[in-house]
T-cell receptor, first 109, second 113 residues
């Protein structure tokens, strides 16, 4: 999975299936985490965020899970659609944001 | 993007030339940021400003300069001292200096001729 510092370049998912994108972070003092979606040639788009006092947060078709014990963050996208194709990256925050390199999600029709 | 505009979309720089990238926002956000994005790397912070008439260097400020004369505007100048300027430049805003969520503009791609 993606790490703030390493990345899994590509994840291919069948249309309609669920996608899980992972992110490992290194700073145990980070107290805020964000997932962004970036389409080719465009700026990153905020998807969902979570604070360190939470384990799970749900949005529309997306869920973010935080495991502080192993410093792991994941983004789950339900019923993946062609429009979900993009690069997804996480960011961790503690006074300032540190960004991961991203995972490219490709949807197979 | 909504409310954050960056111009131009593409910018070409000649050797020894300074170029300025525009970032304007109508979100009434206090904080503004400039990042550089290179293939295979996470966003790197160039400069940021938490209030008008004040700004701080980020992690890779060398070869860049900024100004924050108005709340709505945070232009970035890429100077001739920046030897490897080719990249995708992203402007972001935050509601307040302490706000953690940052919202991004559409970006400017800078290319060297």
């Amino acid at each position: 999975g993606e790490s703030v510092g390493l990345h899994l370049p590509t994840l291919s998912v069948q249309e309609g299936d669920n996608s899980i994108i992972n992110c490992a972070y290194s700073n145990s003092a980070s107290d805020y985490f964000i997932w962004y979606k970036q389409e080719s040639g465009k700026g990153p788009q905020f998807i969902i965020d979570i604070r360190s006092n939470m384990d799970k947060r749900q949005g529309q078709r997306v869920t973010v899970l935080l495991n502080k014990t192993v410093k792991h963050l994941s983004l789950q996208i339900a019923a993946t659609q062609p429009g979900d194709s993009a690069v997804y990256f996480c960011a961790e925050g503690n006074e300032k944001l540190t960004f991961g390199t991203g995972t490219r999600l490709t949807i197979i029709p | 993007d909504g409310g954050i505009t960056q111009s131009p979309k593409y910018l070409f720089r000649k050797e020894g030339q300074n170029v300025t990238l525009s970032c304007e926002q109508n979100l009434n956000h206090d904080a503004m940021y400039w990042y550089r994005q290179d293939p295979g790397q996470g966003l790197r912070l160039i400069y940021y400003s938490q209030i008008v008439n004040d700004f701080q260097k980020g992690d890779i400020a060398e070869g860049y300069s900024v100004s924050r004369e108005k709340k709505e505007s945070f232009p970035l100048t890429v100077t001739s001292a920046q030897k490897n300027p080719t990249a995708f430049y992203l402007c972001a805003t935050g509601e307040s200096p302490a706000a953690e969520t940052q919202y991004f503009g559409p970006g400017t791609r800078l290319l060297v001729l």
